[in-house]
């Protein structure tokens, strides 16, 4: 259904699309099967991509990838970048990643952790463990098995709190101009949501409903809250504030095309990158309206969103997603955002 929805515009990525995108193209809206000849070459196509080989350079001879857990050189961020690019989870690099990831000596090595993450942690609010675990969830990691059984676990616990709130106040403190969370406050923030939006053993009929509902009672409290609420450290922490992963409320927004096309004008170049990305990970049960997703559509199919975006977005735009490996090379940019843009809408309305 999607393909037939969208058949220009995915026949243009696999004329035209790095091995990446045609390989997405086929494994996720065409029910290739993976095993077959076509694929396999294509999935070893995509190793000798320059942005991938750039990527492998970066993982160690222990596994570990990259400088740290999280950041832009970080572990999280470049496993999604192997993972949004078409490296499969059972994949060598990946599973050797996932080995160094779950290997507590190996951790001791490396950066496994970043500013305020224990404390985040120590609070529920989603810190080194909730990152570790949102990267095993991502890599196809058992769910049964710790620790990402036991994050699961806690990001349920956050969504399901938080169905009693009737004010942002019952959940925050506004002190000396900040406001920050409660102690011991149980509300989700981005990578409760997503944790939960890549698992799967947790979602039962019930437990479903209860999310989707919590989803509506936070949006209906923090839809128009534009403070950024962050966390204070217990002082056995060192005390301070640490800003959470909090998720973004105002994307479950619904937005006219123009509104999207606004986003690609604003003068926070990444404004739009961030968004979209948003968009993508924001699980089917936690959207409260297909607007956005629809008027998305609209500027993909109309040709609006290229023609309209900036160079200046574009370029933010890319550094987020880097899935093509050449800019230079004729319909590669345009590539980059349609596959993208589609990714986001199949997300909600496959």
């Known amino acids: 259904m999607f393909y037939n929805d969208f058949e220009s515009e995915l026949e243009f990525l696999l004329d035209k699309g790095a091995p990446s995108i045609k390989y997405l193209v086929r494994r996720d809206y065409m029910d290739c099967d993976r095993s077959s000849p076509d694929m396999l070459n294509l999935q070893a196509m995509i190793f000798e991509q320059p942005n991938i080989k750039k990527l492998l350079t970066l993982q160690h001879a222990d596994g570990w990838l990259g400088c740290e857990l999280h950041g832009n050189n970080g572990f999280d961020c470049i496993i999604t970048k192997l993972l949004d690019s078409g490296v499969e989870p059972d994949s060598q690099v990946i599973a050797r990643a996932v080995s160094a990831l779950t290997d507590s000596d190996i951790m001791l090595n490396h950066k496994s952790t970043f500013r305020g993450g224990d404390a985040l942690d120590a609070d529920g609010r989603g810190g080194n463990r909730a990152v570790v675990a949102k990267i095993l969830a ?10 990402l ?49 890549l698992a799967h053993t947790w979602q039962t009929t019930d437990k479903l409903d209860a999310a989707r509902r919590s989803v509506a009672n ?133």
């Open 149 to 197: 059984r036991d994050e699961i676990s806690l990001a349920w616990e956050q969504v399901f709190a938080s169905l009693c709130y009737t004010s942002v106040d019952d959940f925050t403190i506004k002190s000396g101009g900040k406001r920050y969370y409660k102690p011991r406050a149980r509300f989700p923030g981005a990578n409760h949501i997503e944790l939960l939006g």
């Open 218 to 350: 936070c949006y209906r409290l923090m839809c128009d809250i534009d403070e950024q609420i962050t966390f204070k450290k217990p002082r056995e922490f060192g005390g301070g504030f640490v800003g959470p992963f909090n998720f973004d409320w105002q994307s479950l927004s619904p937005l006219t095309p123009g509104l999207i096309i606004a986003l690609t004008q604003d003068d926070y170049n990444y404004k739009f990158a961030f968004w979209l990305r948003s968009l993508t990970n924001t699980p089917r049960w936690a959207i409260q309206s297909t607007g956005s997703y629809e008027s998305l559509a609209e500027l993909v199919k109309s040709g609006e969103l290229v023609r309209s975006i900036p160079d200046k977005t574009f370029r933010a735009f890319h550094q987020v997603s880097g899935i093509e490996p050449n800019l230079r090379k004729k319909g590669a940019a345009e590539c980059e955002l349609v596959y993208c843009a589609l990714r986001a809408i199949h997300s909600a309305l496959e």
């Open 138 to 147: 991502r890599a196809g990691y058992s769910e049964s098995k710790s620790p």
